[in-house]
Structure formats: structure tokens, C-alpha cells
């Protein structure tokens, strides 16, 4: 079982025609559970679900593609809303109404004692920033990092209005307390503007002695580096047409997860894994974040999908 944590919202995605919008479940979170479980891990959600009626859609939303919500606390606080734009190029930017909305409310009790079955707990994004919910998210996955895998998705999001230093600062704590983190470029070019992405990646994996870093470039690949290897790994981007890059992130670093469960690294620790192992996962994952551009929103594939294309590009 991969638990993941953090918040499950609402997008409001724009439609053609002035003034139209559709309402999609989103939140990296939860499309990261969605991609889990798509690609054959068991997946949980471990979140805030208001009964309101976004929060209802997200419920079946999430349960008709088989994400287990045993975990999901019943919220009286209202869904959380994102509001989408998208450039010319597919590119996604965000607008954020959070006051008092579910996903960050998370009071201690709440938050379960996870079982020996739990290989990873996967936590990021907003929910592992906004307060008063994410001081007490890291203090429960500092609590079970000798236990499980941790792993961190910065996935920054500058809109929600917390100052860059507050940002940087709280990705620092969380890297301290996770095994593996997912960043992008674009990550890094806001939490240290001006600063070569690749050297960030590198400082932070000695600073925080990260057993595996994953450094997203968009299309054009990806790299890995650990502090147990010196030479790092990196695979290209799989070129496709996109249609827009909402979930992409999501769903590499839910990829990377699921491929190194299925391989038996997250059963013997995260420190384990060995560079032909991690490629073979950065590809898998690069692959697999392509497809999720080719649709419209957060649309994970299915394994056999992303083992498809793999046959391909190997022909």
C-alpha cells in the first residue's frame, strides 16, 4: 500500500465560449493517487473531504478509479477551488481560493497510525505548506520515516500568495524529514531564482542527505541523483502532442513510486536503490507523464498504456 496524503479539490477548467468553465477533481494529491492506482499500486487517499457538493464529486470521482478513501476524514469546511489558465503551449498556471476550506484543517487525531503494510507515504504540494495543516502533516510523516518510505513533491505554486522565503524554508523541513523528493525546474527557479536547477538538486542532496532526488525538466526528461552514488542518472522526454501539462508532475513522480515498489526497492528501504534500477523507473515515469499530457486535465493512464508506449519506443 502507498498512502497518500495531502488535498483532493476542485479545478475549474476553462471551456470554449465566454464564460465557461467545467469542474474537474484535481489537486496534486489526489491525482497522484489516481495514477497509483491506475498503473496497479494499491493506492490510499489520505485526505479532508467536505460533503459539500464538490466534495462529493470528488468522492466518486475518486473511488470509481479505485483509490481507497478508508483514510479520508468527513470535513464540514468547504471544498478547496482551483482556477485554471492555460497558455498557448498546454502550460497550466493556477489561482487558488483556500480560505477555511478543508485540506488544511488537519487536527492531530486525524491523523492515523499507518500499518506494516504501508510501503511509502507520498505527501507535497499545498498541504505541505499551508498552516496550520502542514506542521502537523511533517510531524506525523517524521513520526513513521523509520517505518516507510517518505517521499516529498515540492511542487511549488507561487499563487497561493506564502512568501518565497516561508516556501523555501518549509521545503527544507520537509526534506529533512523525507527519503525521496520529486522536484521540477520550475520549482527550483522559484524557491532559488537565478540559480542553476542541477546544482540546487545537487546541494540539497548533500544538505539533507536525500537517499534519491528526482529532478523534472518537462519535456525534456528527467534526473535522479542520490547521496549513496556519485554519478547521477537522467533519461530523455517522450515527445507527444500536447494537449496541456495539468497532472503531468503528478502522475511521473506516482510512476516513479509505483516502478520502484513493483522492483522490491520500497519493501527493502529506500536507500536501496541502485542507478540502473532508477533509470529503469525514470523512464517508466517519464513515459508514463507523457501520455498524461496527451488529454485534457488530470487524466492518468493505465499501466498498459504506459508499458505500450515503452514497446514503442524500444522498437
Given at each position: 500500500?502507498?498512502?497518500?496524503?495531502?488535498?483532493?479539490?476542485?479545478?475549474?477548467?476553462?471551456?470554449?465560449?465566454?464564460?465557461?468553465?467545467r469542474?474537474?477533481?484535481g489537486?496534486?494529491?489526489?491525482?497522484?493517487?489516481?495514477?497509483?492506482?491506475?498503473?496497479?499500486?494499491?493506492?490510499?487517499?489520505?485526505?479532508?473531504?467536505?460533503?459539500?457538493?464538490?466534495?462529493?464529486?470528488?468522492?466518486?470521482?475518486?473511488?470509481?478509479?479505485?483509490?481507497?478513501?478508508?483514510?479520508?476524514?468527513?470535513?464540514?469546511?468547504?471544498?478547496?477551488?482551483?482556477?485554471?489558465?492555460?497558455?498557448?503551449?498546454?502550460?497550466?498556471?493556477?489561482g487558488?481560493?483556500?480560505?477555511?476550506?478543508?485540506?488544511?484543517?488537519?487536527?492531530?487525531?486525524?491523523?492515523p497510525?499507518?500499518?506494516?503494510?504501508?510501503?511509502?507515504?507520498?505527501?507535497?504540494?499545498?498541504?505541505?505548506?499551508?498552516?496550520?495543516?502542514?506542521?502537523?502533516?511533517?510531524?506525523?510523516?517524521?513520526?513513521?520515516?523509520?517505518?516507510?518510505?517518505?517521499?516529498?513533491?515540492?511542487?511549488?505554486?507561487p499563487?497561493?500568495?506564502?512568501?518565497?522565503?516561508?516556501?523555501?524554508?518549509?521545503?527544507?523541513?520537509?526534506?529533512?524529514?523525507?527519503?525521496v523528493?520529486?522536484?521540477?525546474?520550475?520549482?527550483i527557479?522559484?524557491?532559488?531564482?537565478?540559480?542553476?536547477?542541477?546544482?540546487?538538486?545537487?546541494?540539497?542532496?548533500?544538505?539533507?542527505?536525500?537517499?534519491?532526488?528526482?529532478?523534472?525538466?518537462?519535456?525534456?526528461?528527467?534526473?535522479?541523483?542520490?547521496?549513496?552514488?556519485?554519478?547521477?542518472?537522467?533519461?530523455?522526454?517522450?515527445?507527444v502532442?500536447?494537449?496541456?501539462t495539468v497532472?503531468?508532475?503528478?502522475?511521473?513522480?506516482?510512476?516513479?513510486?509505483?516502478?520502484?515498489?513493483?522492483?522490491?526497492?520500497?519493501a527493502?528501504?529506500?536507500?536501496?536503490?541502485?542507478?540502473?534500477?532508477?533509470?529503469?523507473?525514470?523512464?517508466?515515469?517519464?513515459?508514463?507523464?507523457?501520455?498524461?499530457?496527451?488529454?485534457?486535465?488530470?487524466?492518468?493512464?493505465?499501466r498498459?498504456?504506459?508499458?505500450?508506449?515503452?514497446?514503442a519506443?524500444?522498437?
Open positions: 500500500m502507498i498512502v497518500v496524503c495531502g488535498e483532493a479539490l476542485v479545478d475549474l477548467v476553462p471551456r470554449p465560449g465566454p464564460g465557461q468553465w469542474a474537474v477533481p489537486g496534486g494529491p489526489a491525482n497522484a493517487a489516481v495514477a497509483l492506482a491506475r498503473l496497479g499500486s494499491e493506492s490510499a487517499l489520505l485526505c479532508r473531504l467536505s460533503g459539500d457538493a464538490f466534495g462529493r464529486q470528488i468522492r466518486a470521482h475518486l473511488t470509481e478509479r479505485g483509490v481507497d478513501l478508508g483514510l479520508a476524514v468527513a470535513a464540514a469546511e468547504p471544498t478547496t477551488l482551483a482556477v485554471l489558465a492555460l497558455d498557448e503551449t498546454g502550460g497550466a498556471d493556477y487558488f481560493y483556500l480560505q477555511g476550506t478543508a485540506d488544511w484543517q488537519w487536527r492531530p487525531e486525524e491523523l497510525e499507518l500499518g506494516a503494510g504501508t510501503e511509502a507515504v507520498h505527501v507535497g504540494s499545498l498541504a505541505a505548506l499551508l498552516e496550520p495543516g502542514a506542521g502537523r502533516l511533517r510531524a506525523w510523516a517524521r513520526a513513521h520515516r523509520d517505518r516507510t518510505t517518505v517521499f516529498f513533491d515540492v511542487n511549488a505554486r499563487a497561493v500568495g506564502v512568501a518565497r522565503s516561508e516556501a523555501a524554508g518549509q521545503a527544507a523541513e520537509w526534506m529533512d524529514v523525507a527519503h523528493v520529486k522536484v521540477s525546474e520550475e520549482d527557479a522559484w524557491l532559488e531564482p537565478g540559480r542553476d536547477p542541477l546544482l540546487v538538486a545537487e546541494r540539497w542532496v548533500v544538505r539533507h542527505e536525500l537517499d534519491l532526488l528526482l529532478l523534472t525538466k518537462g519535456g525534456e526528461g528527467a534526473v535522479a541523483l542520490s547521496s549513496h552514488w556519485g554519478d547521477r542518472v537522467e533519461v530523455p522526454g517522450v515527445r502532442d500536447v494537449r496541456d497532472g503531468a508532475g503528478d502522475t511521473f513522480g506516482a510512476a516513479v513510486l509505483a516502478r520502484l515498489s513493483e522492483r522490491g526497492v520500497l527493502r528501504g529506500p536507500a536501496d536503490p541502485d542507478p540502473a534500477t532508477v533509470r529503469d523507473a525514470l523512464g517508466f515515469g517519464a513515459a508514463a507523464a507523457a501520455l498524461a499530457c496527451t488529454t485534457e486535465g488530470a487524466d492518468p493512464p493505465h498498459a498504456d504506459v508499458e505500450a508506449l515503452l514497446g519506443l524500444a522498437a
